[in-house]
């Protein structure tokens, strides 16, 4: 298991930009893909993306292509979500989460491929 702590959450002008930080400790970081996931107030948990193990692999829910960009800093066991373009209906609790090898054959897009998940952090869009 490894142990996941988000940051970089607050509270954004609609338009503006974010970067949420992941710092991940515990097992070797990169024998895990990670995920980033949202919860909307009063909504389900949602996918918004996801990174292979090297890196090499990105893949994004459709309304966050070319507005979120994930990246992965394996000498520092930290992932990123740079948010762009923002828009009240970003706003939401963000998540990272940690896919085991186990579950390698799971969707990124499955909540369930995830066995690590942070805490979480609010992340606020203004019109």
């Known amino acids: 298991q490894v142990q996941l702590v988000e940051s970089g959450g607050g509270l954004v002008q609609a338009g503006g930009s974010l970067r949420l930080s992941c710092a991940a400790s515990g097992r070797s970081f990169s024998n895990y893909a990670m995920g980033w996931f949202r919860q909307p107030p009063g909504k389900e948990r949602e996918f918004v993306a996801a990174i292979s193990e090297t890196g090499d692999n990105t893949y994004y829910a459709d309304s966050m292509k070319g507005r979120f960009t994930i990246s992965r800093d394996s000498a520092k066991n930290t992932v990123y979500l740079q948010m762009g373009s923002l828009k009240p209906e970003d706003t939401a609790v963000y998540y990272c989460?940690?896919?085991?090898?186990?579950?390698?054959?799971?969707?990124?897009?499955?909540?369930?491929?995830?066995?690590?998940w942070g805490q979480g952090t609010q992340v606020t869009v203004s019109a």
């Open positions: 989460a940690a896919r085991p090898p186990v579950f390698a054959y799971r969707s990124y897009m499955n909540p369930l491929a995830y066995t690590s």
